[in-house]
């Protein structure tokens, strides 16, 4: 089974930072294109960063110069480091990729699969 974990959220106070952590299992053959998404109370789901296979980077505007994200190769682990946390930041946190692995005996390549994830809570 596959599966992509994130953690490191909780509370926090605005302007304080966290770090969130997505770990894939289950895969011998690394991930590609992790991205993380967040999705506030009442709004839809939006990407909020991407990593390239090349470490290319992309933000969407509202976290640009306060979020970085990257990647570990070897640990299968996409990291985003959150600085100058906003009340606006207030969200579940997913991240996805696409994963390549073997199952009850079949190959699949580059599957798209997401995370549960991780609750961000920034206070004033």
């Known amino acids: 089974q596959v599966h992509l974990v994130e953690s490191g959220g909780g509370l926090v106070q605005a302007g304080g930072s966290l770090r969130l952590s997505c770990v894939a299992s289950?895969?011998?053959?690394?991930?590609?294109?992790p991205a993380w998404y967040r999705q506030a109370p009442g709004k839809q789901r939006e990407l909020i960063a991407s990593?390239?296979?090349?470490?290319?980077?992309n933000y969407v505007d509202s976290v640009k110069g306060r979020f970085i994200i990257s990647r570990d190769n070897a640990k299968n682990t996409v990291y985003l480091q959150m600085n100058s946390l906003k009340l606006e930041d207030t969200a579940v946190y997913y991240c996805n990729a696409e994963v390549t692995y073997y199952s009850d005996g079949y190959f699949y390549r580059d599957q798209l699969v997401w995370g549960r994830g991780t609750l961000v809570t920034v206070s004033s």
């Open positions: 990593i390239g296979n090349d470490g290319s980077t």
């Open positions: 289950g895969t011998e053959y690394g991930i590609n294109a």
